[in-house]
């Protein structure tokens, strides 16, 4: 076992990501698979994710800073990898030294482009331009694309390697979410007319998010770009059946849980109130089990409210008080059934036993997304990989991000 001291881990199956990646590759067939590991891999480790969505099939990374891209460069990752936002001016030079595939959408980001590829003289720098077609997040406006295109085509050492795009509501099922997510498919085809029209049609073109892929197939174009669903996630219900129906029963599995070990315990009576506040009396003679994770680990103190449980010995249990900065409490009722010990595990988010808490549920629970939910598990907690042998350059299951 790993020389964990506080018992709390979050434990990262490798192989669960790779065989997520081969079922969107599978799905998207010619379709080239971007595996989006930004933000740590949305708190999996970016690292061990690109390597398991790689071996899945992904032949293109995506990260949202030049951080987070020269980090995959110096673990010795080769494979292009793209910049989903304009990199900074002064991060350009960065950007370009460390091979990453830099987004552009403004002529200042192009013209800072320009100068570190004159003072360089590098081979062609692959760029991808990105237009906005109703996100408005960031982009270049549709009517800019063709003179943004113009001065990137003018510079020998430069290259427009893709035209891109980015959907608001794919996720939406409702027919104004639709009708949208149409209209920005359109948009961006009028964009791409633009562009063939002045001869500077790029190779390549991208436009969907994980439920674009899922739910527009005629928005895999070239290339998806798909995040949560290689973590083994759907934004919505409705996309996980559409996911199986796309895929012959396909389904992605969760890639995270997070885990923790009961660290102490004590009989409490009825009526007594444990944890700040006082919040809640218990309704009977209990168990309370404390388990060492708390607030600054990613577990919201808001959960309490919620009425959120844990799985011991395969039991949900719910929360005997609010959550604090470093410890939950558990009301573990009765003794008996079964009876709850120092040192059993405790799961958060996962399966044990029949039972699974699922980031969903805590998302639908906090009126957030899943996303949220599995990028907020903090650095404090340590990710344990398991069943990466092979994958992750390791024989043995091991640890990564222990702080
Ligand atoms: C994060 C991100 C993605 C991945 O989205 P998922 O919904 O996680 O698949 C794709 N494209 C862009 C521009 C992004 O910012």
Redesign the pocket.
């Given at each position: 076992m790993v020389d964990r001291l506080r018992p709390v881990w979050a434990e990262i199956d490798v192989d669960a990501a790779r065989r997520n990646a081969e079922i969107l590759k599978g799905m998207v067939g010619s379709s080239a698979l971007c595996a989006?590991v930004?933000a740590d891999g949305?708190g999996h480790g970016a690292v061990p994710m690109a390597r398991a969505a790689l071996a899945g099939g992904a032949e293109w990374l995506?990260v949202?800073l030049v951080e987070e891209g020269a980090l995959l460069r110096e673990v010795g990752i080769d494979v292009p990898i793209l910049l989903?936002?304009e990199p900074p001016v002064d991060a350009m030079e960065e950007a370009v030294a460390r091979r990453l595939v830099p987004t552009v959408y403004t002529h200042a980001g192009v013209q800072a482009l320009k100068r570190v590829v004159a003072a360089e003289d590098v081979s062609p720098v692959d760029v991808h331009l990105k237009v906005d077609t109703g996100m408005h997040r960031v982009g270049a406006d549709p009517a800019e694309a063709v003179s943004l295109a113009t001065a990137i085509a003018a510079d020998p050492r430069l290259r427009l390697g893709a035209l891109?795009t980015?959907l608001a509501v794919?996720?939406g099922s409702g027919p104004a979410d639709i009708e949208f997510t149409r209209t920005q498919l359109d948009r961006f085809g009028l964009v791409l007319d633009d562009l063939t029209t002045a001869a500077l049609r790029p190779p390549l073109i991208h436009v969907?998010?994980?439920?674009g892929?899922i739910a527009f197939p005629a928005a895999r174009l070239d290339m998806v770009?798909?995040?949560?669903?290689?973590y083994g996630l759907c934004?919505t219900p409705e996309l996980a059946t559409q996911l199986s129906q796309a895929t012959g029963g396909g389904r992605v599995e969760p890639v995270m849980s997070l885990r923790a070990e009961v660290s102490f315990v004590r009989w409490l009576d009825k009526g007594e109130r444990p944890s700040y506040g006082r919040r809640r009396p218990l309704a009977e003679r209990s168990i309370v089990a404390t388990v060492p994770i708390g607030y600054a680990d990613g577990m919201p103190r808001r959960l309490f409210d919620t009425g959120v449980e844990v799985l011991i010995g395969g039991v949900r249990r719910p929360l005997a008080g609010v959550v604090t900065m470093d410890h939950i409490l558990v009301d573990c009722g009765q003794a008996g059934v079964p009876p709850v010990t120092v040192g059993d595990e405790v799961v958060l988010i996962g399966r044990q036993g029949r039972e699974e808490i699922t980031a969903t549920e805590w998302a639908d629970r906090l009126g957030t997304i899943n996303?949220e939910v599995i990028c907020g598990i903090g650095p404090r907690v340590p990710r344990v990989l398991v069943n990466g042998d092979g994958l992750t350059g390791d024989s043995a299951d091991h640890e990564i991000g222990a702080a």
């Open positions: 989006v930004k949305y995506a949202a989903l936002s891109w980015h794919a996720d969907a998010n994980s439920a892929s770009r798909c995040g949560i669903a290689l934004p996303y």
